[in-house]
């Protein structure tokens, strides 16, 4: 069974700092890596994934995220946080054709 | 870029009564489209998947009679939820995956309120 584990309800950080949103997963079979982003009240925005190729994925907004299958992690990171990009984060996974797996997501808050 | 609409946004309906979210891709072709559901501050749980044409998968747990839903054609499906109770309230939010490229698109959400 596909499982995602972010362990972090929180992240806080201050605007201009690094921040990293960490996720572990487990799948059998080659895992299809994303990160979206949802703000109060929205659907989810696409971030940016991971489905084969170059390890470390570059996406929106100045995001990016590093596949890395031995510690089958895909952290995402941002070399300077804005106060702008406070919202709630969702590491998913899936495998082939099957459907979405979501983690239970991490807020994040960016203090000015 | 693609585009999943979900309508209503928001919708508030009393106890006993049916409510159905539209959920359609705007230009592209979506054979599957998956309905999730999201409580508050918690994570998005796959309600059921559906394929154009044929009967939805439902995940375990969920009852098929009460959320109705129908995949009538390339760019529409519906859920409904059937005989609502406040326990329903919560938001719900489709995705469809482009025939085409496999790529997924989330809709903005419905959140549904019953009293």
């Known amino acids: 069974a596909q499982s995602v584990a972010q362990p972090e309800d929180q992240v806080n950080v201050a605007e201009g700092n690094p921040l990293t949103v960490k996720c572990t997963y487990s799948?059998?079979?080659?895992?299809?890596l994303f990160w979206y982003v949802q703000y109060p009240n929205r659907g989810l925005q696409f971030l940016l994934k991971y489905i084969t190729g170059d390890n470390l994925v570059k996406g929106s907004y100045g995001f990016e995220a590093e596949f890395n299958k031995s510690q089958t992690s895909f952290h995402l990171k941002k070399p300077s946080a804005l106060v702008s990009d406070s919202a709630l984060y969702f590491c998913a996974v899936r495998s082939g054709n099957t459907p979405l797996v979501f983690g239970k997501g991490t807020r994040l808050s960016v203090i000015a | 870029g693609a585009v999943v609409s979900q309508h209503p946004s928001r919708v508030i309906c009393k106890s006993g009564t049916s409510v159905k979210i539209e959920c359609r891709s705007l230009d592209f072709q979506a054979t599957t489209m998956f309905w999730y559901r999201q409580f508050p501050k918690q994570s998005l749980m796959l309600m059921a998947t559906s394929n154009e044409g044929s009967k939805a998968t439902y995940e375990q747990g969920v009852e098929k009679d009460k959320f109705l839903i129908n995949h009538a054609s390339l760019t529409l499906s519906t859920l409904t939820v059937t005989s609502a109770h406040p326990e329903d309230s919560s938001f719900y939010i489709c995705?469809?995956?482009?025939?085409?490229?496999?790529?997924?698109?989330f809709g903005e959400g419905s959140r549904l309120t019953v009293l």
């Open positions: 799948v059998s079979g080659n895992p299809y």
């Open positions: 995705s469809a995956r482009n025939a085409g490229s496999g790529e997924l698109f």
